[in-house]
């Protein structure tokens, strides 16, 4: 699918946010080790959420899908699935679904796509054997396909690597719970995306379960602990997913309202509104919505360091090209493992529409003109990728052509609506 994404002259209107995918995914597993029903209002539904749906209902829950809410039922005690559970390209699926498949009997096989197949498992079934799970990668090299063998969790004492990923901690912060033995987990390295982390143990609390913390280093988990489905689950706005569009509002004359996002929200994606701010857009909250207004005109560049918002990279470095002046995006070394190698497809495209960047290891540096010709990418099938230069063509002079756009049905399927409802101009050539 290819979309020319054209010069607007200006975005006003308001929409609601894309609820968020990283609440729906830990719901639907807290709700598949709870006995009894859960209601989830406001889903999330994009191919991640609906991957892991499927493989919470091979594992013997019972879901009922609904436009405004969703239905889980489920005994708290995990079925031996009857087939491979294919997390299509979700890294936070696979990764929470291996550190709880121990919990079914029998063997659980796991997989996804080309690019799920490429990211990271060993630490994380490093730490399931340290607890007495036998867990393997099929092609011996830590990467997907998984194999994980049931029969419960015996408990112990395991340390997991913090610093390629946050979703190793998360996962097995989900399992340990119903573990045989209580259990500690300590982290090794700096904690990549604290607040993944503190998302995780939020849901937690709210079905009642408890988890006893050191900082981001050392947690201790009793032993056999029931989930209890909360009163109510609201998943709420987005703002990985609105970050694009409150870099499009920045760039653009613009006066948008985004409701379903709080102003207080542990999110860490909620940065991108210091961001702006920063760059002299107006931004206001307000009951249950966020607003803003922007000029078109971004003052000087920025420096920012992603380290915990890796998601974020991608529409700052679109938000970057806009600046009069240099802009660098710091803590980007865990890019590489995204579902494209995020570093080189940020250096690759902005290349090739003619916008002057610098890359290396843990950076992206870019000098702005406040202005971009444009011309034609690949979104390397990462949706955040192509979200972001849609972001660039609505800004440029003779807009953008985004090759590979259908990739954004993985967390943002309703992404071209929300431009058209708010004066965005694009066509489909392709």
């Known amino acids: 699918m290819k979309v020319l994404f ?82 299509g390209g979700s890294a936070t699926a696979i990764r929470f679904l291996s550190a709880v498949a121990p919990l079914a009997p029998g063997i659980t096989v796991l997989t996804g796509d080309e690019s799920l197949r490429m990211r990271p498992m060993g630490p994380l079934l490093d730490a399931l054997r340290r607890l007495g799970v036998e867990a393997y990668s099929t092609r011996m090299n830590g990467l997907p396909p998984i194999v994980v063998f049931g029969g419960g969790i015996p408990g112990g004492c395991t340390w997991v690597d913090g610093s390629i990923s946050s979703q190793y901690v998360s996962g097995l912060l989900l399992a340990l719970p119903k573990a045989r033995r209580d259990s ?43 989930y209890h489905p909360p009163t109510s689950c609201t998943v709420p706005g987005d703002y ?35 961001i702006v701010r920063d760059l002299g857009v107006a931004v206001r909250f307000g009951d249950g919505y966020i607003e803003i207004e922007g000029t078109g005109d971004l003052i000087g560049g920025f420096e ?40 080189k497809a940020i250096s690759s495209e902005l290349t090739r529409i003619g916008v002057e960047v610098e890359v290396d290891e843990d950076s992206i540096k870019i000098h702005g ?50 431009l058209e409802a708010l004066g965005g101009r694009f066509r489909v050539v392709g």
């Open 304 to 343: 920012v360091d992603v380290r915990d918002s890796p998601d974020l990279a991608p529409p700052l470095a679109a938000l970057a090209c806009f600046c009069k002046g240099v802009s660098i995006i710091r803590g980007c070394r865990r890019l590489r493992f995204k579902e494209s190698d995020r570093l």
């Open 184 to 226: 500690s987990l300590r982290v090794v390295g700096e904690l990549e995306s604290k607040g993944y982390v503190d998302m995780t143990l939020t849901v937690l609390e709210m079905f009642r379960v408890k988890v006893e913390r050191t900082g981001y280093s050392y947690f201790e988990v009793e032993a056999g602990q029931e």
């Open 6 to 87: 054209e010069h607007t002259d200006r975005l006003e209107g308001s929409i609601r946010s894309q609820p968020s995918k990283s609440y729906m995914i830990r719901y639907l597993i807290a709700s598949l080790l709870s006995s009894g029903v859960t209601y989830i209002e406001n889903p999330s539904i994009c191919d991640d959420t609906l991957a892991v749906v499927k493989a919470c209902e091979a594992f013997g829950a019972r879901i009922e899908p609904g436009e405004n809410i969703v239905k889980v039922s489920s005994s708290g005690c995990l079925e031996a699935p009857s087939d491979v559970i294919d997390c």
């Open 369 to 418: 003109s406040g202005c971009v010709d444009g011309g034609y990418v690949y979104s390397w099938m990462d949706h955040r990728i192509a979200m972001a230069f849609a972001v660039i063509g609505l800004g440029s002079r003779r807009g953008v052509t985004v090759d590979g756009f259908e990739s954004v049905s993985k967390s943002y399927p309703r992404f071209l609506g929300d």
């Open 240 to 274: 990985s997913s609105s970050s694009f569009i409150i870099a499009a509002c920045s760039i653009l004359p613009s006066k948008v309202r985004i409701h379903s996002l709080a102003g207080f929200d542990i999110q860490p994606d909620r940065m991108i509104v210091d």
